[in-house]
């Protein structure tokens, strides 16, 4: 099946902050974009985030008015799956989990019979997403396209090809993050790809060293700041990824990997448990509530040598 339309309607469902971001640089890269959610809060979350930043574009004298009003009206934000049609690409970005992924790739399979449908599943086997459209539903359409929060800063995008990816698919996926401003570099499908597999273990183990009291998460990541050159330290990063999104991709490399090395810190699963995620719920290994001091790691009750 050759899937060669020109994309000139970009349909992203998930409107958390990597859909919401995906969506911002498509529409100021003149791309209709369709953004899809199962929440309506969520929605309205990425619009009110998307008004603020591209204010702050506009502020910081790096686009004009006439050109953040023309992206403006270049986002739609809607509620069902349904009003993506016209879409010529579909990217994905929901939680970050298996199953949920392919019943909504069955799903895409047959509202979306030729165009692309891209996953910017963090370390999710493409291949297994693939195989959820089915042998009828044309495999070699989907791929991973894997881009890096903030999406509006960072310029990687990871394509991923699983077994049935075809070169086709990859070479416009490839083109489009080209055209989105955006450097794509190929990885190939292993559980957390490139990034993950090196990054994930990284900020899983910061979470074992607070645990076992060797220092405090603050002195944790002025630590890895200052003497590693890090813009975050790992268990900022963490919150600001999402505290469950590094325990599902902590999973996936734990089983894809089949090593038990790669299990999740059981204090990052007990924050997870109790809610806390970091900075989309204002709590995680960090307090951002606005009556917090800044950068107070939040108490967890843990009693490591260190008495956090
Ligand atoms: N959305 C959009 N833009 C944002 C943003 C956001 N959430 N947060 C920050 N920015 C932009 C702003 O435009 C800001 O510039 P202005 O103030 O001029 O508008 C610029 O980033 C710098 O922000 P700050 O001055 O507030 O703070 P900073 O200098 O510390 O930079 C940062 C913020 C860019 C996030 C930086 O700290 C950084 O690079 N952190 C590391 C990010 C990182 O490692 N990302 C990868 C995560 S892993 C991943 O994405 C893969 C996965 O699958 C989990
Ligand atoms: P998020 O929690 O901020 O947003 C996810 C959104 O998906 C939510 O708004 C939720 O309502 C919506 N959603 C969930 N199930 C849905 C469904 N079936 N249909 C429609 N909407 C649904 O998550 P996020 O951080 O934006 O992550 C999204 C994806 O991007 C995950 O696969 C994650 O691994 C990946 N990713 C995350 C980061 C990161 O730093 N957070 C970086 C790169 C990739």
Redesign the pocket.
Known sequence: MGTTQTIHTIGVIGAGQMGG?IAQVAAVHGFKTLVCDASSAALGRCRDGHTK?LA?EVE?GRMKDTDVQAAVGRLHYVESLEMLKGADIVIEAIVEDAKTKRELFAKLATMFPTQILASNT?SISITEIAASVGPQGHPERVVGM?F???V???KLVEVIRGLQTSADTVTRVTNLAASLGKTPIPANDRAGFV??RV?MPMINEAFFAWMEGVAEPQHIDEIMKLGCNF??GPLR?ADF?GLD?CVHIMNVLADGLGSDRYRPCPLLKQLVAAGRLGDKTQRGVYDYAPSAPSMTASSTGHKSAAGV
């Open positions: 971001g930043r702050r910081k963090s894997h890096f929060n903030p509006p800063v960072m990034s993950n990054l813009p975050m990063l990824i999104t």
